[in-house]
């Protein structure tokens, strides 16, 4: 990582937040995290695509690491990296979990605090736009946007929560509002207004003039006009960018629906309608409902079905379908893959398949979209539909049947056409019961095509699954590393011969015994082991220190696992075996350099190589019956 890295440090506020956050608490709002251990909890990697859990969090040592990507860190690193935000954000971020009073923050660099700046700014103003819509939709001029939302079946309580305000037709009011909070770069910036440039000012710049022209203040109008607005909101619900249905019926008032541009706070790949009110539902229930329109979202949310988000009618990025398997892998896909967004349907689930999703699709009587449903024929329908809806497999199945005719002709392309959608799946065993299960469906009786059919379901590779590094460790590697890193949880005081309390700390004893004796030359962990000593040595935090990944990975192996409790028999047994080895080496070097002094006729030196060699045995044969 050539990353610089800010760290907690005693004394800072950063410390003082680390000291009461609870990492798992904290990453359980982003990772759905299952315990693994007694200490130790995992779940699916947020940082890489993966099927089968290698992120790993440990409870008592506050830190988590991936064995699949190798990315690890403490609370701040994590909420830095999902949030895509700087050190100083993430620790104030975490310190607003936890209600604690945040102190300005601090930055590494003038570009860092310059951005952190900017994007406070821009969720500054959105919030403020979003209340002043709120406002205007009570006006006079709302009336006709109040008319259109009770039609949609929409209560005060339903704007209320989804915060649905209104865009009057003036383009000047909501600058006139926001003025007062911004400069006119951050109202650009903000991507809530538009505005044309003067031609007479532009080209001019090269001449005479040092500082460049300021543009007309007058320029900047408002984006949204005459719209009913629906905020957008990020994960933790702050309003980060907007859709505007329009109310105008001419065709003049540009498209239908208008959305907010990309921003520095609103990238539309990474962002689901309704995730942040979807999202406790969600893992509750352990399914996510997913509609096409915002409408739709709104009504299913209202009938009672909280676990709902929309795609917003684009095709799913794998950013979206990775923020959604945090919460869940089971989803119920309620659009008609054969309706209008058709081509971004099939490829939103063609990547719902590749990422492991188990899904299933509800389909609706022609003629109606969940919004139309859930309104005309109430909870109670949707709730029937819901628990009818199919699995995606026998969906497309039935699609295939439906399609092709069933002679051996019709047969071979309903083959071909699931296919495709069978290869995307990535688990082999899967893919096998799936052709089976075509094979029987289809009444596929040709032997050959069978075969066929099998052979190239389970063509594809699949997906290894990452193992966690520490095979490559001995017993006695893991048992010092363990007790090198424990501090002192592992401490115990005893009374000695002479009646006097002593303390025992496994930490210490392993730290005292490898740096006098070097017992860790030549094995595995003998960098990892070198880097801790010294670290030890320092006072420094061993979660901190700059490792190589491998080495990292290594470390976090023997952390992250549970293993039987450290005794004081089982570090001593350690030690005596990295003590006998080390003897067995020096014994072999001896025989080595005794050869080779008699080759030389170097009988004193062959004499005293040989009384070492003595010793190194009488040594050996006392350390095996320790
Ligand atoms: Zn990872």
Not at 19 to 36: M, N, P, S
Not at 56 to 71: L, N, T, W
């Given at each position: 990582m050539g990353q610089t890295r800010s760290v907690a440090n005693p004394g800072d506020f950063?410390?003082?937040?680390?000291?009461?956050?609870?990492?798992?608490?904290?990453?359980?709002?982003?990772?759905?995290?299952?315990?693994?251990?007694?200490?130790?909890?995992?779940?699916?990697?947020?940082?890489?695509?993966?099927?089968?859990?290698?992120?790993?969090?440990?409870?008592?040592?506050?830190?988590?690491?991936?064995?699949?990507?190798?990315?690890?860190g403490d609370v701040f690193t994590f909420v830095q990296k999902i949030e895509n935000i700087t050190f100083p954000e993430a620790v104030r971020a975490v310190a607003q979990k936890l209600g604690i009073a945040a102190p300005k923050a601090q930055f590494n660099s003038p570009q860092e605090a310059r951005e952190a700046r900017t994007r406070g700014l821009l969720l500054d103003l959105h919030e403020a736009a979003c209340l002043w819509f709120q406002e205007q939709l009570k006006r006079p001029e709302g009336a006709a946007a109040r008319e259109y939302l009770r039609g949609r079946g929409l209560d005060d309580e339903a704007i209320a929560r989804f915060r649905i305000g209104f865009a009057p037709e003036s383009g000047f009011l909501l600058r006139d509002k926001l003025k007062p909070l911004a400069d006119e770069d951050a109202l650009r910036e903000s991507g809530l207004f538009s505005w044309k440039e003067r031609e007479d000012r532009a080209a001019v710049a090269g001449a005479t003039s040092a500082a460049p022209a300021q543009p007309p203040p007058a320029a900047l109008y408002s984006k949204f006009r005459n719209r009913i607005v629906f905020p957008i909101c990020n994960e933790s619900g702050k309003v980060i960018a907007f859709t505007g249905r329009t109310l105008a019926t001419d065709d003049k008032s540009g498209p239908k629906y208008l959305n907010s541009p990309e921003t520095p706070i609103y990238s539309k790949s990474r962002v689901l309608f309704n995730l942040h009110l979807a999202k406790e539902a969600i893992r509750r229930l352990d399914y996510i409902i997913l509609v096409e329109g915002q409408m739709d979202c709104i009504s299913v949310f209202n009938a009672g079905y909280h676990n709902v988000i929309a795609s917003s009618g684009t095709a799913f990025t794998e950013?979206?379908?990775?923020?959604?398997?945090?919460?869940?892998?089971?989803?119920?896909?309620?659009?008609?893959?054969?309706?209008?967004?058709?081509?971004?349907?099939?490829?939103?689930?063609?990547?719902?398949?590749?990422?492991?999703?188990?899904?299933?699709?509800?389909?609706?009587?022609?003629?109606?979209?969940?919004?139309?449903?859930?309104?005309?024929?109430?909870?109670?329908a949707y709730k029937a539909v819901l628990q009818g809806a199919q699995k995606y497999f026998t969906y497309l199945i039935e699609r295939a049947q439906a399609q092709f005719p069933r002679t051996a002709e019709g047969k071979v392309k309903a083959v071909n056409y699931l296919l495709p959608h069978i290869q995307r799946v990535s688990s082999r065993i899967v893919r096998d019961e799936l052709a089976a299960d075509v094979s029987q469906r289809l009444q596929i009786d040709s032997a050959v095509l069978r075969q066929e059919l099998r052979h190239v379901a389970g063509a594809r590779t699949s997906t290894k699954i990452v193992q966690p590094p520490e095979a490559a460790l001995t017993e006695a590697e893991r048992i010092l590393l363990q007790a090198l890193s424990s501090g002192s949880e592992l401490a115990f005081t005893f009374d000695d011969d002479n009646g006097e309390q002593q303390v025992y700390n496994p930490s210490e004893q392993a730290y005292y015994t490898l740096s006098s004796e070097q017992l860790h030359k030549g094995l595995r962990a003998e960098a990892l082991i070198d880097a801790i000593l010294k670290a030890l040595a320092e006072g420094a935090d061993?979660?901190?220190?700059?490792?190589?990944?491998?080495?990292?990975?290594?470390?976090?192996?023997?952390?992250?696992?549970?293993?039987?409790?450290?005794?004081?028999e089982l570090l001593h047994g350690a030690i005596g075996a990295l003590r006998r080895r080390q003897l067995e080496h020096r014994r072999r070097d001896l025989r080595g350099q005794i050869a080779e002094a008699e080759r030389n006729q170097d009988y004193p030196a062959v004499a005293r190589l040989q009384q070492e060699q003595q010793e190194v045995d009488r040594a050996l044969r006392h350390a095996k019956t320790v």
């Open positions: 950063a410390y003082t937040v680390k000291q009461q956050a609870d990492i798992v608490r904290i990453i359980g709002e982003y990772v759905k995290l299952r315990k693994a251990g007694a200490q130790n909890y995992s779940g699916l990697c947020p940082f890489h695509g993966e099927k089968t859990p290698s992120f790993s969090v440990h409870a008592a040592r506050q830190f988590f690491h991936c064995f699949g990507c190798g990315v690890s950013a979206q379908a990775r923020l959604l398997a945090r919460f869940s892998k089971k989803i119920v896909v309620n659009f008609d893959p054969d309706t209008a967004g058709a081509a971004a349907a099939e490829r939103s689930l063609a990547l719902l398949v590749s990422e492991d999703f188990e899904i299933r699709i509800l389909t609706l009587e022609q003629g109606y979209d969940p919004d139309l449903f859930v309104r005309r024929k109430g909870p109670e061993l979660m901190t220190l700059p490792l190589s990944d491998s080495d990292r990975a290594l470390l976090m192996s023997v952390l992250m696992q549970d293993h039987e409790p450290l005794t004081a």
